[in-house]
């Protein structure tokens, strides 16, 4: 394997094309739920295991399901008092699982962007073929459960190959959350077509912050809010893109959805002209048309 894939050049922060969003929004602000399926006992990945302990492993297992089952609507619940639809990060499996949570973000009209099949069955070793099975696989089953036509796509538990991006633009996706180099979005270098980066977030991913810095739930509303101002700052020179990924297992615990939801009435209290309250797709679509081609030939003048 190449040591550097070069999926994307350098571009300074400065002196960018001076990117606006709807009403002159500074910040695009989008949420991003991983509606996740975790199974018990998936097939053996010879580089990474599914789970820390001996299979099955019921315990962590059943943690997971806990999202599906009562996380994920106390937190659609947090999303609709504050008019806030949801990016949905879906594990495909999920239309045959549990169809219902796919029936209720459908009827708020979240758009729906493909996660992988199983969050437990990842891209490591896979093959051009196998990979090329599990995009066309998604692409045609949200469109038959949903009407949708996938535009995102972020590798299952953030697991991809060297030929994943260009698999991505191939297949006219119009954006990938698996690289992490930005807070606007950004053109990639594809073998053929068109493909951005769009800017989601290890930093204030919900599971990052309580697994990994063990943080309590006041600072996770506090470290949402110092990452939205910073943005709107710096959005005031060139807009900006804030994402906060999810999980309704961890999040939607009771001790910490009010941690979330003091972050969105916060976010939703500013104006039209400070923030643009959409998702994924339509960031895409926006600056695509607006934006794609400017940015495109400042990184190319840059290198």
């Known amino acids: 394997m ?7 050049d350098y571009w300074a922060y400065e002196g960018r094309p001076k990117i606006r969003w709807p009403n002159g929004a500074k910040v695009a602000f989008w949420v991003a739920p991983n509606i996740e399926f975790y199974e018990i006992n998936p097939p053996v990945n010879p580089l990474r295991k599914a789970w820390p302990r ?20 106390r937190m659609m619940e947090v999303m609709d008092k504050y008019n806030v639809r ?17 029936k209720e973000a ?15 069955r990842y891209s490591y070793e896979m093959n051009e073929q196998q990979e090329r099975a599990i995009l066309e696989d998604s692409i045609e089953s949200v469109l038959n ?33 698996d690289l992490f180099q930005d807070d606007t979005p950004q053109p990639l ?38 990452q939205f101002d910073q943005l709107l700052k710096e959005g005031d020179e060139c807009g900006t893109v804030m994402c906060i990924p999810l999980h ?17 009435d916060y976010i939703t209290s500013h104006s039209k002209e400070d923030v643009w309250i959409t998702t994924g797709r339509e960031i895409a679509e926006y600056y695509y048309k607006n934006y794609y081609d400017d940015c495109l030939k400042s990184i190319k003048k840059q290198n």
């Open 106 to 120: 459908k009827d708020r009209k979240w758009e729906f962007f493909s996660h992988g099949i199983y969050n437990t």
């Open 54 to 73: 001996i299979h099955p492993d019921v315990l962590l297992n059943s943690s997971r399901d806990y999202g599906n089952r009562a996380g994920h609507w």
């Open 189 to 226: 270098n594809v073998s053929k077509g068109k493909l951005i980066s769009m800017p989601y977030s290890l930093e204030i991913n919900d599971i990052i912050v309580y697994n990994s810095y063990l943080g309590t739930p006041r600072r996770y509303a506090q470290m949402i809010k110092d």
């Open 145 to 177: 459960a949903t009407g949708q036509k996938l535009a995102g796509y972020l590798a299952p538990a953030l697991t991809h190959t060297e030929k994943t991006i260009d698999l991505l633009a191939e297949y006219e996706f119009l954006y990938t959350c």
């Open 2 to 8: 190449k040591e550097d894939l070069k999926l994307y």
């Open 248 to 264: 309704a297992y961890a999040v939607g615990h009771p001790h910490r959805i009010r941690g979330f939801e003091e972050a969105l």
């Open 86 to 102: 949801g990016s949905v990060s879906l594990n495909i499996a999920l239309i045959d699982h549990h169809p219902e949570l796919i």
